[in-house]
């Protein structure tokens, strides 16, 4: 008999306290006309906001080490966290924290997802240049709407990312300023602060992402990356202009996955059968079905990993809300089959993904560890 998962999944909170609510009530509070419907998070008015989005600081991870971050632990007293959205990956949770939308209407539904109509995937990290972004991502980002509302719009981060597929799908609007360091962060955000009376500046570092797939989350190399990303945000903090606000969040958590738990799917044919193409990643699956295998794949998958994933076909995946409500035109981007580990298990395939495959940290599925991040706040005198 199959069993199922003995906790729940942390189903994202869309519409009342996610990554898309942060950003759009941010954009809300820099905007006198906007209806205060759209500050669903209640911020305080100001004239300038700055968001540093630090990949991979999931809430438990901050909460955890007070130690390595004495500032940002000083600001999470105060504060609960949000959650990210599924999957708690960087493609989608940028995609939510930049237009302002949950997964399901922006459409970047994971790290790899099928090309509707064509037998390939796209990784949304690499992109693929012949898939057109603006057509992949068709809503108004939340920089966009901010232009259009007269407060200018910036973004932070390190210059191999300007023109990118990923940014062009979610940051196009944005008046995008490079920064290969954490000093040229803090100062090209404060600059870009300071220069306009009105102004959403958006800073994003991603190396202790980085440090955590490769080292771990319990490792000194992270503990040590973490009193760096805590100093960041306390320079952020002291070079904020009067009455400016600085938001500290997170696209994801992360969890450390032992050889022991990782399942490979490449030497498991009950799990490859029936499969086209094998998309997510190991902490969320998209399984896409041979033409009539999907309900094979479903109570394969199902059978094989029993407690140890949640396992949903398309259409309960959507029911259940995982994705947010989804736009009719995105719903083919999911698989027909999706699968999130539920405990410390990574859903590997070696050989496919060798690289992915090898990384200590993961992230992706519906985990406390992996959905909860930090929605910090800090309103300079």
């Known amino acids: 008999m199959t069993l199922e998962p003995r906790h729940s999944p942390i189903v994202p909170s869309y519409g009342v306290a996610t990554l898309a609510d942060l950003s759009s009530s941010i954009l809300a509070s820099l905007d006198p006309g906007s209806p205060e419907s759209q500050n669903v998070l209640g911020l305080t008015p100001t004239q300038r906001a700055c968001l540093l989005i630090v990949d991979g600081l999931g809430w438990e991870l901050l909460r955890a080490h007070p130690a390595a971050a004495p500032f940002l632990s000083e600001l999470a007293r105060n504060s ?85 597929g990923l940014t062009v799908a979610i940051m196009r609007g944005a008046d995008f300023r490079p920064a290969g360091s954490m000093g040229a962060l803090a100062a090209q955000a404060a600059t870009a602060l300071y220069e306009n009376g009105r102004a959403y500046v958006s800073v994003y570092h991603g190396d202790l992402d980085g440090t955590g797939h490769v080292f771990g989350v319990a490792s000194d190399a992270w503990y040590n990356h973490l009193a760096h990303v805590d100093k960041l945000a306390e320079q952020l903090a002291s070079s904020l202009p009067s009455g400016a606000c600085l938001y500290v969040t997170a696209d994801h958590g992360m969890v450390d996955i032992g050889p022991e738990d990782k399942i490979d799917i490449d030497a498991m044919p009950e799990l490859r059968a029936g499969l086209a193409l094998l998309g997510g990643e190991p902490r969320a699956r998209h399984l896409y079905a041979r033409p009539g295998a999907a309900p094979e794949v479903l109570a394969a998958w199902r059978e094989v990993l029993g407690e140890r994933a949640w396992v949903l076909s ?14 009719e035109r995105m719903a083919a981007r999911i698989g027909d089959v999706v699968a999130a580990p539920a405990g410390s298990v990574a859903l590997v395939a070696t050989k496919a993904e060798p690289r992915e495959s090898a990384l200590l940290g993961m992230h992706g599925s519906l985990t406390a560890a992996e959905q909860f991040v930090p929605a910090l706040m800090f309103r300079a005198a």
């Not at 930049?98 to 690499?126: F, K, S």
Request: with cysteine; charged share 20%.
């Open 314 to 327: 398309r259409e309960e995946a959507i029911k259940e809300g995982w994705f947010g409500p989804v736009d």
């Open 80 to 164: 609960k966290p949000i959650t990210a959205g599924f999957p708690s990956t960087t493609v989608t949770s940028l995609g939510s924290i930049c237009t302002g939308q949950p997964p399901g209407q922006h459409g970047l539904l994971g790290y790899q997802v099928i090309i509707p109509g064509e037998n390939r995937l796209l990784n949304g990290l690499r992109w693929d240049s012949r898939v057109d972004p603006l057509r992949w991502q068709p809503l108004p980002t939340i920089y966009e709407r901010a232009t259009e509302a007269g407060i200018a719009a910036v973004h932070v981060a390190q210059g191999s990312f300007r023109g990118t």
